[in-house]
Every structure is written in C-alpha cells, then in structure tokens.
C-alpha cells in the first residue's frame, strides 16, 4: 500500500500490480552482491499509466575474508617447586577476531608422563603478533613437569566475522624448552 500527498489530498494505492525485472546480477564469494541492474513498473489502483525505474548499483570491494596463524614459543618456564609450567606464543590476524586457542602440553619422562590441557582466548587485533600464554600443572596423578623437552599440540580457531565460516589453523605440534623459572 503506497500513501503521499498531491496538493494537500492524501492518495492512496489500495490495489497495485507490476513488475521488477532483475536484468544482470553478479555475487561475490558467501553470497555477497557486486553489481545489480534491474527495472521496475508499477500500475496503482487499475492505472493505464505505469510508474516506471531503473536501479543500478555497483557495490564497494567486499570485507576481506579472516585469515590468521598461530606461532608457539620454542621457550618455557618450569616452576620446580610445584611442577607449574608456563608457555604460550603469539598469534597474528588481518582483521579483528578472538581467536581460540586450545591444545594439550605433555613431557615422556622415565617415571611417568605429566600432561595437561587448556584452552584460552585472545583478541586478536591486527598490525602486530598479539601474545597468548598459560600456566598448567600436570593432570596426570603422580607427575609433574621438570626442565627439559616438552611437546606441545596447538590449534587456534576464529570466526570471521563477516562471512560464515570458521578459519582454523590446524593442529600444529612443537618442542618447548622448560627452563627454571
């Protein structure tokens, strides 16, 4: 229903028919519209004389898509007191994301296998590596981590934030070194 005035009388299209005719289209990745061309005509109220248009439209360059990686330190830290490791790293990014980070930290050792787990967040802003870390003590009865050689399983994770997907860099693993801290 169309309403608007015509020298102070109110008009009203109670009843209108018509058309809108999409002459060329073309999208961009996840469905994102580039270009669009498409006429229209409308008839109001059983008019023989149409209301006719045109719109083109010519969009700006798309929201580029997330991509980010993840590094970790080859350098930790070994609290000998109480077995308490602390490492972490960085992670980089072309846009603003919070990336997830989650992964596990064990050490073979002649007693026994300390291991842990843990999972972190980090804003991740652009321009610059941003760094991420943890302190964990050992999840396995009876153990705890010492200096020496530990194997670290990484994986960071991201929604971007313009396009339905998930960007994830994969499980990734690395030696770290725990030194006294």
């Known amino acids: 229903m169309f309403s608007g005035t015509d020298n102070g009388t109110e008009k009203w299209c109670d009843a209108n028919s018509g058309s809108f005719t999409i002459e060329h289209i073309a999208f961009g990745r996840y469905g994102y519209v580039r270009e669009l061309d498409a006429t229209f005509e409308q008839y109001c109220n059983g008019s023989t004389v149409p209301l006719r248009g045109a719109v083109h439209a010519v969009m700006p ?15 930790g830290a070994v609290n000998v007191s109480d077995g308490r490791i602390t490492v972490g790293g960085t992670v980089t990014c ?17 007693k026994g296998t300390p291991g842990a787990s843990y999972e972190t967040t980090v804003a991740c802003t652009p321009g610059a590596p941003v760094p991420w870390s943890v302190s ?43 030194s006294k801290a």
């Open 94 to 110: 072309n846009k603003p994301a919070s990336v997830s980070l989650v992964g596990q930290v064990f050490q073979v050792q002649k």
């Open 136 to 178: 964990l003590t050992s999840q396995e009865p009876g153990t705890s981590f010492h200096p020496g050689t530990a194997t670290m399983r990484s994986r960071a994770r991201a929604d971007d934030r313009d396009y339905p997907v998930t960007v994830d860099t994969g499980q990734e693993e690395s030696q770290v070194t725990l």
């Open 61 to 75: 360059e798309p929201p580029v898509e997330l991509a980010m990686g993840m590094d970790v330190a080859p350098e």
